[in-house]
């Protein structure tokens, strides 16, 4: 076995990536691998840009991480709000946008 120290290049470190906690799953990945919801004063917000200031929760583009943030409450906490029925239209219809999921493997 031979040693394979020093086969790295020199130069700059990697730059620092920011993580972030999927409410729905909570799963931690890279902030830029999650999207972002915002809470402002007009309500919720999707967040596409990540620039929206305010409290803001991360989930996966999985629909499944959604629905569970959502029914458990989840969503609501990390934003330290209570989910109004706009809140919760605005959602449904983000949810419909996400990828559909494939999670059922295909028969081989
Ligand atoms: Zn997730």
Same mark, same amino acid.
């Given at each position: 076995?031979?040693?394979?120290?020093?086969?790295?290049?020199?130069?700059?470190?990697?730059?620092?990536?920011?993580?972030?906690?999927?409410? =729905?799953?909570?799963?931690?990945?890279? /902030?830029? !691998? #999650?999207?972002?919801?915002? $809470?402002?004063?007009?309500?919720?917000?999707?967040?596409?840009?990540?620039?929206i200031p305010g409290r803001?929760?991360?989930?996966?583009?999985?629909?499944?991480?959604?629905?569970?943030?959502?029914?458990? =409450?989840?969503?609501?906490?990390?934003? /330290?709000? !209570? #989910?109004?029925?706009?809140? $919760?239209?605005?959602?449904?219809?983000?949810?419909?946008?996400?990828?559909?999921?494939?999670?059922?493997?295909?028969?081989?």
């Amino acid at each position: 076995m031979t040693a394979t120290k020093g086969s790295r290049p020199k130069g700059p470190r990697p730059k620092h990536v920011p993580q972030r906690t999927c409410v =729905g799953c909570r799963q931690v990945l890279a /902030k830029r !691998e #999650l999207i972002r919801i915002v $809470r402002t004063d007009t309500g919720i917000q999707l967040d596409r840009t990540g620039k929206i200031p305010g409290r803001g929760a991360y989930l996966h583009d999985q629909r499944s991480c959604w629905e569970k943030a959502i029914q458990r =409450g989840a969503l609501a906490r990390n934003l /330290k709000i !209570e #989910l109004t029925d706009a809140d $919760r239209d605005n959602l449904a219809c983000w949810i419909t946008e996400l990828p559909p999921e494939n999670d059922s493997p295909e028969p081989a």
